[in-house]
């Protein structure tokens, strides 16, 4: 049976680059933003209006519609919209090939019906206070400038999860496991990630 792990996280937890780790030492294909460079190739909308798009639901009372080329499946959408089905194709495609580890996009969701695969689903959470530490460290930000990153961020995710789904971005009873990583060590959450796809 097809194992798949879909990692949905909090800006400044490092789930993605803990996903990236577990992935690796798996052997098993790794998939996060480099979808999005396929969606857009996909999409055949030019670039910068895409990447605008990248996670982000579409504004409620302004939604320009870009696509006016032959496809029926994307004519008359926004980019948003054109943008989440072009990688939902993505995802449902790359799950065909093996087993995989996808971060974000939705993933869970979309491959919730397929029951075929056995998929599993990790949150990943951490304080507040040390995902700005994280931002900080990592993007070379004041405390001030992370910490309006970081809410930003999960605002953004949340809105965008939630309207493509229908399920609260982030609540536990959604997910198959959530994980507090500044509660535990890398290496240890790597290895209970090993233990969750191995008996899946």
Partial sequence: ?????????????????????????????????????????ASGIARHIMERADERMAHPLWQPVYYEGNSKKYY?????????????????????????????????YIL???????????????????????TMEVDHLSEKEASVKVRKSDKMRSAYYNYYTGHDWGKPSDY?????????DEEEIITLMGHIYNIS
Wanted: with cysteine; hydrophobic share 40%.
């Fill in 1 to 41: 049976m097809r194992k798949i792990i879909c990692i949905g996280r909090q800006f400044g937890s490092g789930g993605h680059f803990i996903a990236r780790k577990f992935a690796e030492r798996e052997c098993i294909p790794y998939y996060d933003w480099k979808i999005l460079d396929r969606a857009i190739e």
């Fill in 76 to 108: 008359g959408k926004n980019a948003n919209d054109i943008l989440f089905e072009a990688q939902k194709e993505i995802i449902l495609e790359d799950a065909k090939k093996s087993d995989a580890v996808f971060v974000g996009r939705c993933a869970d």
């Fill in 112 to 134: 919730r019906e397929f029951t075929d695969y056995c998929v599993k689903s990790i949150f990943f959470v951490a304080p507040m206070e040390y995902r700005i530490r994280q």
């Fill in 176 to 184: 198959n496991y959530c994980m507090n990583v500044a509660d535990n």
